[in-house]
């Protein structure tokens, strides 16, 4: 599978992450599902593709950050902690303050909604990126 467009889910694959690709290793791609008070996005990642450490902040009940993968299969990680493998079904639920990051296993895409929960001073800290080392020993060994 070399093409988003070749990639089967439920959700817009959206447009490359053009956006946000400093914070990336890899292309991934941003389709946004709603707005309001709790957007949604469809975020999707080729093969091997990850997103740099980051906090999400927030109070209030803001800031935690909700992971709902619907197609593919990926890893989310928190700081301190062992990867959680993402498959379509999984979902992770992020506390706000937490340092983490999430993206594609090193031979499937992944795609996972997105949200925020809303609140007061809420605000994302984008980190140093995961490092080939952290990532390798993690797509080789399935997390165990």
């Known amino acids: 599978m070399t093409s988003p467009d070749d990639f089967d889910q439920p959700f817009p694959t959206g447009e490359a992450n053009d956006a946000f690709a400093q914070y990336f290793t890899g292309q991934s791609y941003l389709a946004p599902l709603a707005g309001g008070s709790v957007p949604v996005s469809n975020v999707s990642f080729e093969p091997g593709c990850?997103?740099?450490w980051h906090v999400h902040h927030g109070s209030a009940g803001g800031g935690d950050q909700v992971l709902l993968c619907t197609a593919g299969s990926g890893w989310y990680q928190a700081e301190g902690e062992e990867p959680v493998s993402m498959v379509a079904g999984s979902v992770v639920r992020v506390p706000a303050g937490?340092?983490?990051?999430?993206?594609?296993k090193a031979d499937a895409w992944f795609s996972h909604l997105a949200f925020i929960t809303p609140g007061e001073g809420v605000s994302n800290e984008w980190l140093e990126p995961v490092t080939d080392e952290v990532y390798g020993q993690l797509s080789t060994n399935d997390g165990k």
């Open 50 to 52: 990850r997103n740099n």
């Open 98 to 104: 937490t340092k983490h990051w999430h993206g594609a």
